[in-house]
């Protein structure tokens, strides 16, 4: 159950907060909108207005039935007319307790949280998912093939070379996940990006390269650190005659970055902005 309303004094803005992994619906923190409205004039009983607010959410992700991370970008849109808002870091809050907790079906996910806003606010609220490479979000994505849709079991959310194994064929190839998450290793926040590697050598095993990816879910550290063992990791084990890491990062605090690690003569991609950034 969500929080009754209440005013600012109890809300987590401000104030330290471990990040829950775990599904919780308490986490969100409603606040009346009449306490603001009283000022202005407006009888909430009869609004001089229609509308509505809407969020978009781009630090969305769950665990399939399988053990292996989703990611989406949300959108909400809350009536104007609800007699709640809800406090801004409360739902950053309850988004990341999605993060490991499993969910049978994308239409699960939905359903669990249009109910739980809606609880929160006070009237309905419609919930939408998209996959971070939809074209309404951005025209723009990554070169190369998607990893995402390999349909794999996880049950290791530390990061692993021993996943890493190559085949005796000499390829040439680019590679993209959208599922790289860590943790900051002084806030414990969490820190969402999409990850490409471009190499020439012997074949990487897809699922092998999947699963060491999604290891970093759990792992703390920065950034840059997180690219530079992913480089190093793939040339220890794989030996690529040439190899590119490269992340982008959702932007946190007005900020984002990526980094890139390459063998020389390998150059990123042409710059280029993603959804979620």
Excluded at 10 to 23: I, K, N, T, V
Excluded at 93 to 114: C, G, I
Excluded at 198 to 204: A, D, E, Q, S, V
Aim: charged content about 25%; overall charge negative; glycine content about 6%.
């Amino acid at each position: 159950m969500a929080h009754r309303p209440d005013t600012l004094e109890h809300a987590p803005l401000g104030r330290d907060s471990a990040y829950p992994e775990q599904y919780d619906a308490g986490l969100l923190y409603p606040i009346p909108r009449a306490a603001n409205r009283a000022p202005l004039g407006i009888d909430e009983g009869v609004l001089p207005f229609v509308g509505e607010d809407e969020w978009h959410a781009f630090e969305v992700s769950w665990l399939n039935s399988r053990g292996k991370p989703i990611v989406a970008v949300a959108r909400f849109r809350l009536p104007a007319h609800s007699p709640n808002l809800i406090e801004s870091k409360s739902w950053k809050l309850y988004l990341n307790s999605f993060n490991q907790s499993r969910f049978y079906s994308r239409q699960e996910v939905m359903e669990t949280l249009a109910n739980d806003l809606a609880v929160a606010a006070g009237a309905e609220v419609s919930v939408e998912l998209f996959d971070v490479d939809a074209s309404e979000l951005s025209p723009q994505q990554l070169p190369g093939e998607c990893l995402d849709d390999l349909d794999i079991a996880i049950n290791d959310y530390t990061p692993s070379s021993a996943h890493l194994s190559v085949g005796d064929e000499i390829v040439e190839e680019t590679l993209y996940s959208h599922l790289l998450k860590s943790n900051c290793p002084v806030t414990g926040q969490p820190d969402w990006g999409s990850v490409l590697i471009r190499y020439k050598g012997p074949k990487i095993d897809r699922e092998g390269l999947l699963r060491y990816l999604i290891g970093f879910r759990q792992h703390q550290d920065f950034h840059e650190h997180c690219v530079e063992h992913v480089f190093t990791d793939i040339m220890t084990q794989a030996k690529p005659v040439q190899l590119l890491v490269l992340a982008r990062y959702v932007r946190r605090g007005g900020l984002d970055i990526s980094p890139w690690r390459a063998t020389l003569g390998l150059t990123p991609p042409t710059p280029l902005r993603l959804a979620r950034q």
